[in-house]
Antibody
Framework: QVQLVQSGAEVKKPGASVKVSCKAS????????ISWVRQAPGQGLEWMGW????????NYAQKLQGRVTMTTDTSTSTAYMELRSLRSDDTAVYYC????????????WGQGTLVTVSS | QSALTQPASVSGSPGQSITISCTGT?????????VSWYQQHPGKAPKLMIY???KRPSGVSNRFSGSKSGNTASLTISGLQAEDEADYYC????????FGGGTKLTVL
């Protein structure tokens, strides 16, 4: 079955970077895109960006431009999201989700990765 | 881009129907038939319930339906069940994407 499995929880200090992975299985990785969505504690969902697994094209949320980089490794069907210059308000659960190439919805989602930013 | 507007909470009794609204603008909900809805139980990842305004993925109960009028999309759940108690989020493609603030559904 289609599945996205994310890397484990991380604890980082302010100013550090974090890189979260999302390993896909059960489908042709390069036929879809991957979006990243985060959810701060007790808050709603925030779209962070999208990457095409076909050609690596990206589109990032304006507020994260310059701090976020999304990449893929087609040899391992894995997507990555790196966030730099971490601040306390980056503390959140980070989700990856598959995006249909000609579609605009997210399905399925990874299990989520908690990133805690604390001194 | 501003988040789409959803009511913070709605409630209903088992067997009843409820509707959750999602209000955007002519730049997002009003411009594209690309509204999707997600259900999220506590501590779990979101799950796709509706896409392209009114389409249901395989495996999602037909008690869930979606619609849109102008800049407002709606999710209706009929025959409420205890398991429907969760947070619900709307999302619209808006070059790129924007989510609603979420609605907590309580089944009384």
């Amino acid at each position: 079955q289609v599945q996205l499995v994310q890397s484990g929880a991380e604890v980082k200090k302010p100013g550090a970077s974090v890189k979260v992975s999302c390993k896909a299985s059960g489908y042709t990785f390069t036929s879809y895109g991957i979006s990243w969505v985060r959810q701060a504690p007790g808050q709603g969902l925030e779209w962070m960006g999208w990457i095409s697994a076909y050609n690596g094209n990206t589109n990032y949320a304006q507020k994260l431009q310059g701090r976020v980089t999304m990449t893929t490794d087609t040899s391992t069907s894995t997507a990555y999201m790196e966030l730099r210059s971490l601040r306390s308000d980056d503390t959140a659960v980070y989700y990856c989700a598959r995006v249909v190439v000609a579609g605009f919805w997210f399905d399925p989602w990874g299990q989520g990765t908690l990133v805690t930013v604390s001194s | 881009q501003s988040a789409l507007t959803q009511p913070a909470s709605v409630s209903g009794s088992p067997g009843q129907s409820i509707t959750i609204s999602c209000t955007g603008t002519s730049s997002d909900v009003g411009s594209y038939n690309l509204v999707s809805w997600y259900q999220q139980h506590p501590g779990k990842a979101p799950k796709l319930m509706i896409y392209e305004v009114s389409k249901r993925p395989s495996g999602v109960s037909n008690r869930f339906s979606g619609s849109k009028s102008g800049n407002t999309a709606s999710l209706t759940i009929s025959g409420l069940q205890a398991e429907d108690e969760a947070d619900y989020y709307c999302c619209s493609y808006a070059a790129p994407w924007v989510f609603g603030g979420g609605t907590k559904l309580t089944v009384l």
